[in-house]
């Protein structure tokens, strides 16, 4: 079916960007906000379709689309470079804003807050990267950085680059976090064992290692949530 024949046929109360303008953005699925930025489809899908296609290669998780690359976005017929670079610019100003967002409230004292943070940096990944949060003995943010980036399937972390960044900005406890591009959130024989070195070098420095997360775009881990931070 023809662009002509399916979106300017519609009612107009069912139209993504009159639906917007009556109703609000909140009101619009995300395939429809998807068709506003492409603004039309293909001669065989309206722009509605070939953004429920898109999303449907992601199984409907803007994270993933998030992570697509212009080249993944331009194989979909009708997505050509001007619009691929329109969705990822759009989907940028999302995570931008969510970034500023956490910034309001810099404490955190959970590991759902400190997953929600290390996301802002890691959501997408398709290589593993390790960082660090510290805090202050009131559990306040001083800074989030990456110590380390990897392949596929690992990252070599050192140490001392840690605990350099922690003692700059004289954190009194940290919270470590690498992701698992897999998807798997169980902790592996080499989490395990990092674990425990970090951990003792944190007791030699007096500077709290407060959690260590496996982050997923999905999910996490927290090896304190768990019971085991102390045990490995």
Known sequence: MGETKGIKSWSPDDRPREKLALKGASALSDAELIAILIGMGNSEESAVDLSRKILLSVSGDLNKLGSLSLKDLTNFRGIGVAKAITIMAALELGKRKRAQSAKTNSKVNSSRLAYERFLEHMS????????????????????????????????LVDPKRIFRVALECHAAKIIIAHNHPSGNLKPSNQDEKLTKRLLETSR??????????????????SFTDEGILGTV
């Open 124 to 155: 997408g990944l398709k290589h593993e990267e390790f960082w660090v949060m510290c805090l202050s003995s009131s559990a306040n943010v001083l800074t989030i950085q990456k110590v380390s980036e990897g392949g596929l399937t690992a990252t």
């Open 204 to 221: 030699l420095l007096e500077c709290t290692l407060e959690d260590h997360l496996i982050v997923t775009d999905t999910g996490y881990f």
